[in-house]
């Protein structure tokens, strides 16, 4: 089944302790990205990936890290949490043209306290 | 900076009633112009998309209408039903480059009774 999978679905932590959430899609696409969803914000992108090896910042990096070392692998990486980033995530991939349909997975719910 | 603006905040309709959802964009670069559709507990989906080089485009009960002089576009559920009750999301981004990065809506909650 075509999918992008993230992990954990939900994560409570404390301020400062790293964490990385992880994102895997079996589609073969090349474009990956993350988005935080806030209320009465919407979907805000944090970084996003073109292909291996190639990343770049969204509309809100601040605090947040990803890489890409492998085509189907986009971690997001949050080296000191900050109760601000108490939020839904969600991974995001699709082909490489811009009007190819985003696969989203199922959200990771994370709080910082 | 909101560059698309989608109202209202929440919505409740009576089922075989018609949401509608509206939205508007400032970027008169954008053209391509999808609407998500999100269930509690799961990521957003493709519902449709539209182009601007058409004013409407139907698939089933789901219509997208566009305006490009008033640079707006909405979404319209005839006979809306109780499954039909999700977060909606409008987007908006340009083709034309392929690292364009989809800008969406604030989302609108609809609710459909039965």
């Known amino acids: 089944e075509a999918q992008v999978t993230q992990n954990p679905r939900y994560l409570i932590t404390v301020t400062g302790k790293k964490l990385t959430v992880t994102c895997s899609q079996n589609?073969?696409?090349?474009?990956m990205s993350w988005y935080r969803q806030d209320p009465g914000l919407g979907l805000r992108q944090i970084y996003y990936s073109m292909n291996v090896e190639v990343t770049d910042k969204g509309d809100v990096p601040e605090g947040y890290k990803v890489s890409r070392k492998e085509k189907r692998n986009f971690p997001l990486i949050l080296e000191s949490p900050s109760p601000n980033q108490t939020s839904l995530y969600f991974c995001a991939s699709r082909y490489g043209t811009s009007s190819s349909p985003l696969h989203f997975g199922n959200g990771t719910r994370l709080t910082v306290t | 900076q909101q560059q698309v603006k989608q109202s209202p905040q929440s919505l409740i309709v009576q089922k075989g009633g018609i949401s509608i959802i509206n939205c508007a964009y400032e970027n008169t670069a954008f053209d391509y112009f999808p609407w998500y559709q999100q269930f509690p507990g799961k990521g957003p989906a493709l519902l449709i998309a539209?182009?601007?080089?058409?004013s409407e485009k139907k698939e089933g009960r789901f219509t997208i209408s566009f305006n490009k002089s008033a640079k707006q576009f909405s979404l319209h559920i005839m006979d809306s039903q109780p499954g039909d009750s999700a977060t909606y999301f409008c987007?908006?981004?340009?083709?034309?480059?392929?690292?364009?990065?989809?800008?969406f809506g604030e989302g609108t909650q609809l609710t459909v009774n039965p």
């Open positions: 987007a908006a981004s340009r083709v034309e480059t392929s690292g364009s990065r989809l800008t």
């Open positions: 589609m073969n696409h090349e474009y």
């Open positions: 539209i182009r601007p080089d058409v």
